[in-house]
Nanobody
């Protein structure tokens, strides 16, 4: 079984910064990609940023230039550095990973979510 554990959310003023981290643990053969999504109450979950095994990244237009996703393959951990935060970035942020537990068995795994609130 594979699990994702997020940390780093909280309350920050507009223009401030927060850093999120997400560590994968359990039976891990390989991690294909990891990413961050966010969801407001009553809304669909939306992509924030993803990073693949080779380091290739993809960002939502709304966060380009402000957020940076990175990963530490040795620690099976993905990070999200969020700068110049805006009130509209307030959401529950979820970590996601496409993770192989064996050469032929992969799983789409979600973390429990961490709240980010941007408010003065």
């Amino acid at each position: 079984q594979v699990q994702l554990m997020e940390s780093g959310g909280g309350l920050v003023q507009p223009g401030g910064s927060l850093s999120l981290s997400c560590a994968a643990s359990g039976s891990i053969f390989a991690i294909v990609a990891m990413g961050w999504y966010r969801q407001a109450p009553g809304q669909q979950r939306e992509l924030v940023a993803t990073i693949n095994a080779g380091g290739g990244t993809n960002y939502a237009d709304s966060v380009k230039g402000r957020f940076t996703i990175s990963r530490d393959n040795a620690k099976n951990t993905v990070y999200l550095q969020m700068n110049s935060l805006k009130p509209e970035d307030t959401d529950l942020y979820y970590c996601n990973g496409r993770i192989y537990s064996s050469p032929t068995s992969w799983h789409d795994v979600w973390g429990q979510g961490t709240q980010v609130t941007v408010s003065s």
